[in-house]
Structure formats: C-alpha cells, structure tokens
C-alpha cells in the first residue's frame, strides 16, 4: 500500500511537473506571437516607407527633368538677347560711322 501511495505520488508530481512545462512552453509560445506580430507591424511599416520613398523620388526625378528644361530656355534666351544687343551695337555704330561722313 504505501508502495502504491508513493507511486501514486510520484506520478501525481511528475503529471505536475509536465503541466508546469506545459504551461510554460505556452508562455513561450504567446510570447513568440506576439514577437511575430509586432515583426509584421514593422514590415508593414518598412513596406509603407519603401513605397513613400518610391513616390517621392519619382517626383523628385520630375522636378529634376522641369528645372531641367526650364534651365535649357533660359540659356537661349540669354543667348538671343546676347545677339539682339551686338547686332543693335553695330547698327548704333553703323550709324555713327555715317553721321561723321
């Protein structure tokens, strides 16, 4: 009988022992989720930024393009009034040339 108690015993603490773990491993486990979701929170985010930066430096690239083109008129423009100004020199100066005959 006292053979049979401490069996009994025995079994009852190691059916014990086994809910502990048990119990522990779901610690674990409840914590690993909750580590895997915060992770995919933050991918989101990544994912959210990734596409932000994609946005803004498409149109950056636009902005590059038009200063671009806004730049190349404003060379021909200075370089019309360069020529509109020698050709109105000369012409000043053609005149001068035939008031002193």
Avoid: P, W
Wanted: aromatic share 6%; proline share 0%.
């Amino acid at each position: 009988r006292k053979e049979a108690v401490v069996s009994t015993q025995s079994t009852g603490e190691e059916i014990r022992k086994i809910v502990e773990s048990i119990a522990g491993l779901q610690g674990i486990f409840k914590d690993l989720a909750n580590l895997v979701a915060d992770q995919g929170t933050i991918l989101d985010r990544i994912d959210y930024n990734m596409e932000q930066t994609l946005v803004k430096v498409e149109d950056g690239f636009e902005q590059l393009q038009k200063a671009e083109q806004h730049q190349k008129r404003g060379r021909k423009c200075i370089f019309i009034i360069f020529l509109a100004l020698v050709v109105l020199c000369m012409i000043v100066a053609l005149f001068a040339i035939k008031l002193k005959k």
